[in-house]
Each structure stands twice: as C-alpha cells, then as structure tokens.
C-alpha cells in the first residue's frame, strides 16, 4: 500500500494544499488555427489560459471528428467535479501536457450521433454516458468523443443529468471501496464529506455491501445522510468524530489536512484508510498496524456498467442539487469550488430527448 508512485504523491499533495499556484508560467500561448469556412462549429466552453473563472469562455469552438475507434456524443448533461476547477486552475498542466484552448469536463451523457468504423457496441441514436479521458477535450460542449472503452448504455430509467453525475464521483467511491477496501457485510465504513459528490454515492455502495456507514458533513446535511443510508451522521463542527467514533475497518478521506491526522486513530488493526487526496503517512499506518494509500480514480466503460446494474436495481441514485445552463459554467465552478455543495451540480447542455 505503500507504493504510491512519487510524482502522484507529489500531485496528490499539491492538489489537496496549494490554492494559488503560480499559473503563468503554466499558460500556454498555443493559439488554435481558425475554424475554416467548411468546418462544423458547435458551443462549447473553453479556456483559453489556466486561472480564475473567468478563463471559461462560452463560445463557437469545432465540432470534434470521431476516429475510427471513437463515438461522437451529442451531449445532453455534463458532470462538473472538483478537479474541472482545479484543472483551470493549472494544477495538472504539467501531467496533462495539455494544449489550450481545452474544454473542461470528465462526465457526459447524451446521445450517439456518429460511430467511428471499428466500434462495435454502439450505434448512432444510442444513450450513452461516459468519462472522457484525462486531459483530451471534455464535456461543457454540445459534442464530445470518447473512446469505445469510456463510454456505457445509460442506467435505464435514469435521466441525462442523473447519468452525467455519476462516471467520476460514483467510480471513486466504487474503486476506493470494493476495489481497494474490499468492504465486506458488518464491517464499519467511516465516510468523510458523505453529502458531497462522492459522498453521495459512497454511502450507498458501502450500504449496499452490507456495512455499518458512520458519515460526516455540516449541520444542514445529517438528515440528508440518514435518508441516503448512513447508520450515524457526525456534524464535523459539532462534533470531533474522533471522540464517539473508534475501530472502523475502513475510512474513505476527500478531506485531507487535519481531518486524515486525526483518522488514523479510529481504525482498527488491520483496517485502512483510503485517501482521495493526501497520501497517508507511512509512519502513522506503521505504528498503528493500519493500512493507508491515496488514489486517481480510473474510470472504464466495464466499471460504468457495474454502477449502471446497481443503478438499475435501485441500490444506487446520483442526487443532482443543482444545473445550470451550459453558458453558466462559470457559476457552476464557483459553486463546485466552494467545497460544501450537495451531490452534484450539472450543466444542461440539450433538453432531454422526449420517451
Ligand atoms: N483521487 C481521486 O481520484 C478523486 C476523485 C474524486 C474526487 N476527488 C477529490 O475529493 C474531494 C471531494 O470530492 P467531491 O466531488 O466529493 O467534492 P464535493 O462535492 O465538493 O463535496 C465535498 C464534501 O465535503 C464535505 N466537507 C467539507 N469540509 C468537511 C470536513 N471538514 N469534514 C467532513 N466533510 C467535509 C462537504 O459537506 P458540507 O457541505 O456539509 O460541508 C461536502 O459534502 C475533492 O477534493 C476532489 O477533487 C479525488
């Protein structure tokens, strides 16, 4: 657990403290050529640097061509997580090696408009949802492509929104979980921020497997907790959880700083805490007898699939608190920034297609 590569441990703990990189000497100058007479344009929202806000530009940008490996998405909703600000914000240009102008956003839903010659599982009319990769050009567009291999059927009887909030929040809560906490039925889960896009999720696929759930926010969303399966809600500023909260089996941190230091504590022997942010310090786990690591979510269309089955058997349900129109992604990343939204927030990009 303890072989976390360094340059993501480097990432990770860049990515959890610093708040005001120094971003111009991130800002890329590589213009982009103008869209010819001939080429299909599209809105899309893009920046054009890294930094605040107002780097995201809501204009005419080209609609992307599928290769043969590819889908094109006519999308209809866009997921909007944490990491889309921190992109903004220059904090992956080095890893990403990314060209400006970029459009941001990892989580779509929409529909298949073209499908490239080599794709097999999907034809164009198709609902689809889907993470785009790391660093290619995202989702606050009207089209996106995505490889075969990132994209799923949309959850039946789920909605474009309800879909475009799950790849990326509902598969961490899903690796950190099953695929690297292995929770099994009866052991406790501790869940920090548990009404936040990850949270959300992370509460009910725990639950789902059987687990006591212990979960913490603010004051205004214990009850919110409860009615999504929490067995125990913990207001974090009433309440120190390392005071009435000893022997889990498992922690699953977003929050990092003093909320990790102060989670070694209430694990038992043998148990782990999975970090989405700050790795775990290694003397701490040793001392204790616990297990730490810290991770990037990797999404796939097979683990989209898995969320989609619980989605479908009714164990699991994205919670959109917010949208906005896809000319407001700006305001959507304020909000995002801010830390203490409920679920997920949204971009409506196309009504929903009727039936
Ligand atoms: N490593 C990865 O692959 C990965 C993947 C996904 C997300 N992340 C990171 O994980 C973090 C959380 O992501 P998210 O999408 O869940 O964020 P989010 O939607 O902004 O939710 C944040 C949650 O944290 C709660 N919170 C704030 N301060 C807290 C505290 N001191 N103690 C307990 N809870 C607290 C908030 O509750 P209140 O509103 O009640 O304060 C809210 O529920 C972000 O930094 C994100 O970038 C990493």
Redesign the pocket.
């Known amino acids: 657990m303890s072989t976390f590569p360094i340059f993501l441990r480097q990432l990770l703990r860049t990515?959890a403290f610093s708040t005001a990189l120094p971003l111009l000497a991130l800002a890329q100058e590589n213009a982009e050529p103008a869209a010819s007479s001939e080429e299909e344009v599209m809105k899309a929202v893009r920046m054009h640097a890294y930094g605040g806000l107002e780097v995201l530009q809501f204009e005419d940008a080209p609609r992307p061509q599928p290769n043969d490996d590819q889908i094109l998405i006519r999308i209809i909703a866009a997921g909007v997580?944490?990491?889309d600000a921190?992109i903004r914000q220059g904090m992956f240009a080095r890893m990403m090696g990314t060209k400006l102008p970029l459009i941001p956003g990892l989580d779509v839903s929409g529909i298949v408009e073209e499908a490239g010659a080599n794709v097999t599982k999907f034809k164009p009319g198709d609902a689809v949802y889907a993470c785009l990769g790391f660093g290619t050009q995202g989702g606050y567009a009207e089209y996106a492509v995505a490889k075969e291999s990132e994209a799923s059927p949309k959850p039946k009887g789920l909605n474009h929104e309800g879909a475009a909030a799950m790849p990326?929040?509902a598969a961490?809560a899903w690796q950190a979980l099953i695929e690297i906490a292995n929770v099994s039925q009866g052991q406790t889960v501790l869940i920090?921020?548990?009404?936040?896009?990850?949270?959300v999720f992370a509460i009910q696929i725990a639950k789902a497997r059987g687990a006591k759930v212990i979960a913490?926010?603010?004051a205004?969303?214990q009850e919110f907790m409860r009615e999504l399966g929490a067995d125990r809600a913990i207001d974090?500023n009433a309440t120190k959880f390392e005071e009435v909260v000893k022997d889990v089996d498992v922690v699953l941190d977003?929050?990092a700083g003093e909320?990790l230091q102060r989670s070694y504590g209430v694990v038992k022997k043998g148990g782990i805490i999975v970090s989405?942010?700050e790795p775990p310090d290694k003397a701490e786990l040793d001392a204790r007898g616990i297990r730490g690591t810290a991770?990037?979510?990797s999404p796939n269309a097979s683990l989209l699939s898995d969320l989609s089955k619980l989605v479908e058997a009714k164990k699991l349900k994205p919670v959109v608190s917010k949208t906005f129109p896809l000319a407001e992604a700006a305001k959507a990343q304020e909000a995002?920034e801010t830390?203490?939204?409920?679920g997920k927030i949204v971009l409506r990009v196309a009504d929903e297609p009727k039936g």
Request: proline share 3%; aromatic share 6%.
């Open positions: 990515t997580n944490p990491v921190k990326v929040a961490t920090h921020g548990g009404s936040g896009g990850v949270g913490t926010a603010s205004a969303n974090y977003s929050v909320t989405l942010l991770f990037m979510v995002i830390g203490h939204t409920r």
